[in-house]
């Protein structure tokens, strides 16, 4: 069985009053105790926390966690892992009692991207106080999605897909600078599923070393989003990219820029995908808005 959803996300940081600041007063997450106490978690749904903040001398992505369905499907996939050449580590019983999970293994994906697969979630049965926010949409959807660098694009295409199981959903060609011979190159970025999410992961390939470009949360309403913006405004966040509506998710959205440089989209009303079609390009992002104004750092 493939990966299910988007779990968890780990984000190493060197300013955590900033993170705290962003996730709790920006975001709207609920700030939760969790087994460190140096840490921050962020709860948004009955997951115990889907986000996680770990002090660190450096600004990084420390995992991505995606959640599958039973140990036997944790088991298969990690031969599947195993079999590409790929050292899969399981973690130890503190390192899977502080994500709430009953197992979990990590490894690295082709671009060195920290990987973790877990089973068992430990459900929070009390209600998530979110008030700035109306509700997050989660669920059989997961968390949201993130969007990662790549070097080698059809090798982490072929991990992702013939290895983790998720499903190619749409491409965009991005330039890649001329040829020798001034002809136009361009690079493949692929847009992943793996539920009724139209994407849980990108791939963009980028040289250097893998990391998060940004993670999206989706709302219950666009007044939520539009709070949000407001809230951006109040707090002297910067705007990575203005309101805009995606061509392929169909997201009603804008990017701001966190703590330490990730970018992070806010959206509302991403299309629900009920039945596979065939793979499509998409010639633009956006059918409105989505004007850069900053870029990030990281």
């Known amino acids: 069985m493939p990966v299910r959803s988007l779990g968890y996300i780990r984000i190493a940081a060197e300013d955590m009053d900033a993170w705290n600041r962003f996730a709790g007063e920006f975001l709207g997450l609920e700030s939760v105790k969790g087994d460190h106490p140096e840490a921050s978690y962020f709860r948004m749904d009955d997951h115990p926390h889907r986000l996680a903040i770990l002090p660190a001398a450096n600004n990084a992505l420390d995992a991505i966690g995606f959640q599958v369905g039973s140990a036997e499907e944790l088991a298969e996939m990690c031969r599947a892992v195993e079999e590409t050449g790929t050292k899969v580590a399981a973690l130890d019983q503190a390192a899977c009692r502080d994500r709430r999970v009953s197992e979990a293994v990590a490894f690295d994906d082709p671009a060195g991207n920290r990987i973790e697969l877990f089973w068992g979630v430990a459900l929070a049965h009390n209600p998530v106080s979110t008030p700035k926010v109306s509700g997050f ?67 963009l390939p980028m040289a250097g070393p893998g990391r998060m470009i940004h993670f999206m949360l989706e709302t219950a309403t666009l007044d939520d989003v539009g709070r949000a913006w407001d ?21 009603v959205s804008f990017y701001v820029i966190g703590p330490g440089g990730f970018a992070v989209e806010y959206g509302y009303d991403g299309v629900r995908i009920t039945e596979e079609e065939p793979v499509y390009e998409i010639t633009e992002g956006e059918f409105w808005g989505h004007k850069f104004i900053n870029f990030p750092t990281l």
Request: glycine share 12%.
């Open 137 to 203: 949409v989660t669920g059989d959807q997961g968390m949201g999605h993130v969007v990662l660098t790549v070097g080698d694009g059809p090798a982490a295409y072929a991990f992702y897909t013939r290895t983790l199981g998720f499903r190619p959903r749409n491409t965009l060609r991005m330039p890649a600078g001329p040829a020798a011979d001034g002809t136009p190159q361009f690079e493949t970025l692929w847009f992943l599923g793996c539920n009724p999410r139209h994407h849980t992961v990108g791939l």
């Open 231 to 251: 809230r951006a405004e109040k707090l002297e966040i910067p705007i990575m990219q203005t309101l805009g509506r995606h061509t392929n998710d169909r997201m």
